[in-house]
């Protein structure tokens, strides 16, 4: 059982990433998906989620209407999408799962892939 998370990188402000959130040994579709993320000497904060029940999402403040969080089925992964970045969204990014279906925003993550490093400067 796994959770692996890629696609980060060094890119300019303005510019985009997408991150992807691969799960194996279970099925993504069932649980809800968080992405997270921690900059160097802050807290970490959920940045983004989908809940399995409905698709419903979360985005905090700081990250709508630039990032987008989806699921893709066939491969069993999730994904967040993140254009106009900017030098505060650097951080390690993290994805995480919960079996709480229901809603995803502060719901109980119990299992977590290793984070993948956003660095967002010119």
């Known amino acids: 059982v796994q959770l692996q998370a890629s696609g980060g990188g060094l890119v300019q402000p303005g510019g985009s990433l997408r991150l992807s959130c691969a799960a194996s040994?279970?099925?993504?579709?069932?649980?809800?998906i968080g992405w997270f993320r921690q900059a160097p000497g802050k807290e970490r904060e959920e940045v983004s989620c989908?809940?399995?029940?409905?698709?419903?999402?979360y985005y905090v403040d700081s990250v709508k209407g630039r990032f987008s969080i989806s699921r893709e089925s066939a491969k069993n992964t999730a994904y967040l999408q993140m254009n106009s970045l900017k030098p505060e969204d650097t951080a390690v990014y993290y994805c995480?799962?919960?079996?709480?279906?229901?809603?995803?925003?502060?719901?109980?993550?119990?299992?977590w892939g290793q984070g993948t490093l956003v660095t967002v400067s010119s």
């Open positions: 995480a799962s919960s079996r709480l279906r229901s809603r995803c925003q502060g719901a109980p993550y119990n299992f």
């Open positions: 989908i809940s399995s029940y409905d698709g419903s999402t």
């Open positions: 040994g279970f099925i993504l579709d069932l649980y809800s």
